[in-house]
């Protein structure tokens, strides 16, 4: 017999975490491989675009793990869109994540109403579609090999 609880419970949460991964890399050797490695941890990757009285243009919030980056975040203001700003931005990040830390491919989510197209310009192609995520929206995973 069991209880079931509902409540959130952040030790709770640690716990599981922590018996996933063993489980995970217990039964996985690319997993066990990466363990006592710099790759084992994910290492935030931010890129900030600041105007000239310093405000905030634009930014990329993403991480990487393993030899990826994974883009969480990319926001550029409305009076600096169309000038190639968002480009400049995932582009750094790219850089970083290859050139820094060994970063083979990128990954992102968007939305239908957000960039799918944008991304498919820089080189980035639709491996999800899941349609209403949220109702109404499309919510698209797009992977790029970084070269």
């Known amino acids: 017999m069991f209880r079931l609880e509902t409540e959130v419970d952040k030790a709770r949460r640690d716990l599981l975490r922590r018996h996933l991964r063993e489980t995970n890399t217990a039964a996985s050797p690319v997993l066990r491989a990466l363990r006592g490695t710099p790759h084992e941890r994910e290492?935030?990757?931010?890129?900030?675009?600041?105007?000239?009285?310093?405000?905030?243009?634009?930014g990329l919030v993403g991480h990487t793990w393993t030899t990826w980056l994974h883009v969480t975040y990319l926001w550029v203001d409305g009076r600096h869109r169309g000038a190639g700003l968002g480009s400049r931005l995932l582009a750094r990040?790219?850089?970083?994540?290859?050139?820094?830390?060994?970063?083979?491919?990128?990954?992102?989510e968007t939305w239908d109403f957000q960039a799918p197209a944008f991304y498919q310009r820089q080189g980035y192609d639709v491996v999800c579609v899941i349609p209403d995520y949220p109702p109404g929206i499309t919510e698209y995973t797009l992977t790029k090999r970084l070269g």
């Open 43 to 58: 290492a935030p990757l931010h890129v900030w675009a600041l105007d000239a009285n310093g405000d905030l243009a634009g």
């Open 93 to 108: 990040a790219e850089h970083i994540a290859r050139a820094e830390r060994g970063c083979t491919a990128s990954r992102l």
